[in-house]
């Protein structure tokens, strides 16, 4: 297998919103994690995207209160049908490595070598929202 390149760029700019555990309420993080989970679906859907690493520190919560998500780096370009994929020893070409932020990984992932599918990034969001109610209060 060919080694990936990558090429380490930086981008400053100027913040465009709030971590999504720095809610207000229970309102304003309900709809951030909503939007964000919307967002994805349209990543999905429209470009045939998986963002990868679904985290507490890659959902965001804009001025206006809706949520997205950042961090693309370890999106994966899936260039097929995503209904047909398999496991990773049973199609060679797709991507096989394991992304993601570790107390936020789908336990398929973990436990397995599976491909990456759309339902584990779901799971990604839900441990999220575990993550945050035990974590904080609000």
């Given at each position: ?61 804009g001025a206006d209160g809706r949520g997205f998500i950042i961090d693309l780096d370890y999106a994966i370009d899936l260039g097929f049908d995503q209904s047909s994929a398999t496991d990773c020893d049973q199609k060679k070409d ?45």
């Amino acid at each position: 297998r060919e080694p990936e390149y990558r090429i380490y760029t930086r981008l400053i700019t100027s913040t465009c919103g709030k971590p999504i555990y720095h809610f207000n309420d229970q309102v304003e993080l309900l709809t951030a994690l909503y939007d964000a989970i919307e967002g994805h679906r349209n990543l999905f859907r429209i470009a045939n995207i998986l963002h990868g690493d679904i985290s507490l520190y890659n959902i965001m919560i804009g001025a206006d209160g809706r949520g997205f998500i950042i961090d693309l780096d370890y999106a994966i370009d899936l260039g097929f049908d995503q209904s047909s994929a398999t496991d990773c020893d049973q199609k060679k070409d797709a991507p096989c490595y394991r992304t993601g932020t570790l107390p936020f990984m789908a336990i398929e992932i973990l436990n397995h070598n599976a491909k990456h599918t759309f339902q584990h990034d779901l799971e990604f969001f839900f441990y999220v929202l575990c993550w945050i109610c035990s974590e904080y209060k609000g």
